[in-house]
């Protein structure tokens, strides 16, 4: 059994491999230092992060801060705020959210999602508001493009709360209600649905976040929050989007779904689940196509989650992976944006996701150590 294991990890590793060296042009950028410090509390008044992403190349942290509907720009190795992006008729305005942030790792450019936040905060997720994407470079310290996504969506689906990327330069943009996918070309010249269900109802919840490795685009589907969520496998070769089931074995559910990542130590193998009030569930396909995945179990000890904050997103800083978490419901400030909130805890989960992927299968000291200790 364990010669068997291991012959099946060695050819996981093999395909894996091969579909990375096949794969995509990756610019050169610096490498940042392995980052070991622990949880880490960022101290920024009214952050209120709903997603983060880390920049592999500056070795810079972004978070969207719902609220103020603006971007901080953090070093986490200096522990300071460096910048924070701010956008005029758009930040600390009614009913303007920043959720999604995202680098890109072919262009290590930044695409940014400024959201209409009225679908999140009403019962049938009233549809009406402005919806923007803007992609940013962070070394020029330039808006590359700006565009208004309600001249695409006409105002009939909303909550665009994810962006992802392709090698080819498109940016993708994920939508709630009902769970759409916009496709904005390279230069920012257009953008077209990619994928849209067949019937347009933005009181149905859909897609909540999404994950790329090569061209395998992974989105959690909420399915209108009745029982467990699910997730599917989109090609991004494709002109327009398809989705088709990921089966879970064994098929635990995944609930109060958010953002979903895919922590770039584990090269597109390990899909991070974020469930608002249960945690983290760690979900694994040894040879990366995600055909399938395996379930390996849930991250549920947050503090955070006694103290009336939820599990949005989870983010890697060189080697250590942290849970992003959100308090929804602090009072806003008289005249200001957000709540009164100056500390904003990372909860480090690294060894207790390590601790799920060594229990069973070839992880734990990565792919080559497997390889190299049989
Ligand atoms: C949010 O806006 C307030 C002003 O209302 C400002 O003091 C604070 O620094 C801002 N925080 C962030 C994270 O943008
Ligand atoms: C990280 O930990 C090191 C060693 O304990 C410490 O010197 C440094 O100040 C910490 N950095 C941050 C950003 O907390
Ligand atoms: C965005 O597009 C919508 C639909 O065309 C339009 O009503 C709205 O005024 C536009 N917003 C801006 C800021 O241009
Ligand atoms: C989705 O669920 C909501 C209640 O949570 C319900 O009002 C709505 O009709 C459902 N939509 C569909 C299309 O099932
Ligand atoms: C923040 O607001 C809460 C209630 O909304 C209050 O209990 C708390 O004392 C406030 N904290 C500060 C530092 O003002």
Not at 217 to 222: C, E, M, N
Request: aromatic share 10%.
């Amino acid at each position: 059994m364990v010669m068997l294991t291991r012959v099946l990890c060695l050819w996981a590793t093999l395909v894996l491999n091969a579909t990375i060296a096949k794969g995509h042009r990756i610019p050169t950028r610096n490498e940042c230092p392995p980052f070991k410090n622990g949880t880490i509390v960022i101290d920024s008044y009214q952050l209120y992060p709903e997603n983060a992403d880390f920049d592999l190349n500056q070795c810079l942290l972004y978070f969207g801060a719902l609220f103020n509907a603006s971007v901080v720009v953090y070093d986490p190795y200096k522990a300071k705020t460096v910048q924070t992006l701010e956008f005029p008729g758009i930040t600390r305005t009614d009913p303007f959210h920043v959720g999604g942030v995202a680098w890109d790792p072919y262009t290590n450019l930044i695409s940014i999602l400024i959201d209409d936040a009225t679908p999140h905060v009403t019962p049938d997720h009233h549809v009406g508001g402005d919806d923007f994407i803007t992609r940013y470079d962070p070394v020029k310290k330039e808006t590359l493009w700006f565009l208004n996504i309600t001249e695409v969506s006409q105002g009939k689906y909303g909550g665009q709360q994810d962006v992802e990327h392709d090698a080819r330069g498109h940016v993708y943009v994920l939508g709630t209600y009902p769970g759409t996918i916009l496709r904005v070309e390279p230069d920012g010249s257009a953008i077209k649905p990619w994928y849209l269900p067949k019937v347009i109802d933005h009181t149905y919840t859909g897609l909540t976040g999404f994950a790329a490795t090569g061209d395998i685009l992974l989105a959690s589907d909420a399915r209108n929050a009745t029982g467990s969520g699910e997730i599917v496998r989109f090609d991004m070769r494709a002109q327009q989007g398809t989705p088709v089931l990921v089966p879970r074995t064994p098929n635990e559910p995944i609930m109060s779904l958010d953002a979903v990542y895919l922590p770039p130590k584990y090269r597109g193998t390990v899909l991070l689940v974020s469930e608002h009030d249960r945690g983290v569930s760690v979900l694994r396909s040894q040879d990366g196509r995600w055909e399938t995945a395996e379930y390996l179990g849930r991250v549920t000890d947050d503090p955070a989650l006694k103290d009336g904050g939820v599990n949005v997103a989870t983010v890697e800083i060189a080697g250590s992976v942290y849970m992003v978490d959100e308090w929804f419901a602090d009072p806003i400030v008289p005249g200001t944006s957000a709540g009164n909130r100056t500390a904003f805890p990372m909860w480090d989960i690294t060894a207790q996701v390590e601790k799920l992927l060594g229990a069973k299968g070839c992880s734990g000291g990565g792919w080559l150590g497997t390889i190299i200790s049989s």
